[in-house]
C-alpha cells in the first residue's frame, strides 16, 4: 500500500491558465477522477476549507486535510511515496517540493524564475494553460487530462462525490441559473431563463435554483431534480457526480473538456462569433453568446433527455 498526497486546493483551475483565492469547487469536484488508480492506498487530500463538502465521506479518501498553517508545517515533516500537486500557484509549488516524497506529478516550483512548472506527464497539460488558441481546439476530456498526469488510462471513471444527499426526486427539472463571480460571462440571460419557465409550465414540475448559501442544501437540492439545466459551473459537475441528467449552456469554455457519460445534451450560442469559446471571464461583445440559445431549443433538449424525443 502507497503512502499518496493529492493537493488540489481549487486556487488553479488544471486546464486553465489563471489563479484565484476565489476557490473553484467544481474543479476540485471533478479532480476526483485521479483516486481510482490509487485505491487501495491510504491517500491524503490536501483542500480548501470551502470544498470541504465535496470530499468529505469519499470511500477512497483516507484523510482530509484543510490548507492552514498547521497543515503546512505537518506536510513538511511527513513523507510519502506519491505526491500529486495539480496546483499552480508558486507558493503551493514550493510546498509540495518541500515533502518528502519518492515521486512526483503535476507542478512543482522553479527556484530560478519562482514560477510554477509541470513534471514529467504534465507538459501536455501545462501548454494548455499557457495558450488560449489549443485550450480552445483542445477535444480531450478534463478527466481524461487528469489521468494522464498521473500516467493512468481513460475509461470512462465517473467523478466521487462522498456527500450522500438526503433529499428525494421532488422536481422532472432543475433551472441553475447562478454563476460563480469568476465567470460572470457564463451566465444565461435571466430573461431566457423566464422565457424558459414559461415553456416547461403545465408539462413538468420544475424549480429555480435552491441552496445558493449552503453546499449541502445545494447538493440535496440537485438531487431533488431528474434533470439540471444549467451553465458550466459547479451545478454541472454535481449534477454529474450524482449521475443526473444535463442540459449544459456553453459559450466563453469549450465543451469538449466534460465528458458527460451519455447523461447530457450540449447547447451552444447559434450566432457567428469567430471568438467562441472566447476563455474569457467578462464578455467582449455588445451582445454576449449565450443570449443565442433560444429557450425553445433547451426545451427540445429536455424533452429528449426525459422523454426520448429527437430534437
Not at 188 to 216: F, I, T, V
Amino acid at each position: 500500500m502507497a503512502k499518496v498526497l493529492i493537493i488540489k486546493l481549487g486556487y488553479s483551475e488544471t486546464l486553465d491558465g489563471g489563479i484565484s483565492k476565489v476557490t473553484s469547487l467544481g474543479d476540485v469536484l471533478r479532480t476526483t477522477v485521479i483516486l481510482y488508480p490509487f485505491a487501495g492506498d491510504h491517500v491524503t487530500w490536501l483542500v480548501d476549507e470551502a470544498a470541504y463538502p465535496l470530499l468529505e465521506g469519499n470511500p477512497l479518501i483516507d484523510r482530509i486535510l484543510v490548507y492552514n498553517l498547521d497543515s503546512v508545517l505537518q506536510l513538511q515533516r511527513e513523507c510519502y511515496d506519491v505526491v500529486v500537486n495539480l496546483e499552480k500557484v508558486p507558493g503551493i509549488c514550493a510546498l509540495a517540493d518541500s515533502i518528502r516524497a519518492a515521486k512526483r506529478s503535476g507542478f512543482r516550483f522553479d527556484r530560478l524564475t519562482g514560477e510554477a512548472v509541470a513534471h514529467d506527464g504534465c507538459e501536455r497539460v501545462f501548454s494548455l494553460c499557457r495558450s488560449a488558441e489549443l485550450k480552445r481546439r483542445h477535444t480531450g476530456s478534463w478527466q481524461e487530462s487528469l489521468l494522464q498526469i498521473v500516467g493512468a488510462r481513460w475509461e470512462g471513471q465517473e467523478y466521487l462525490l462522498g456527500y450522500r444527499p438526503k433529499s428525494e426526486e421532488a422536481f422532472d427539472v432543475g433551472l441553475n441559473w447562478a454563476v460563480g463571480p469568476k465567470w460572470p460571462n457564463k451566465a444565461w440571460p435571466l430573461e431566457r431563463w423566464d422565457e424558459l419557465k414559461g415553456l416547461l409550465a403545465g408539462r413538468y414540475r420544475y424549480s429555480m435554483q435552491q441552496g445558493m448559501d449552503n453546499l449541502h442544501d445545494y447538493m440535496d437540492w440537485i438531487n431533488s431534480c431528474r434533470l439540471l439545466v444549467t451553465n458550466d459551473s459547479l451545478g454541472l459537475h454535481i449534477a454529474v457526480a450524482l449521475r443526473k441528467k444535463v442540459v449544459v449552456l456553453y459559450g466563453p469554455t469549450n465543451p469538449n473538456e466534460t465528458f458527460f457519460y451519455g447523461r447530457g445534451e450540449v447547447l451552444y450560442p447559434d450566432v457567428d462569433y469567430d471568438c467562441i469559446p472566447c476563455l474569457r471571464p467578462v464578455c467582449g461583445q455588445s451582445k454576449p453568446c449565450l443570449d443565442f440559445i433560444p429557450p425553445g431549443a433547451v426545451k427540445e433538449r429536455i424533452d429528449a433527455l426525459l422523454n426520448g424525443a429527437t430534437c
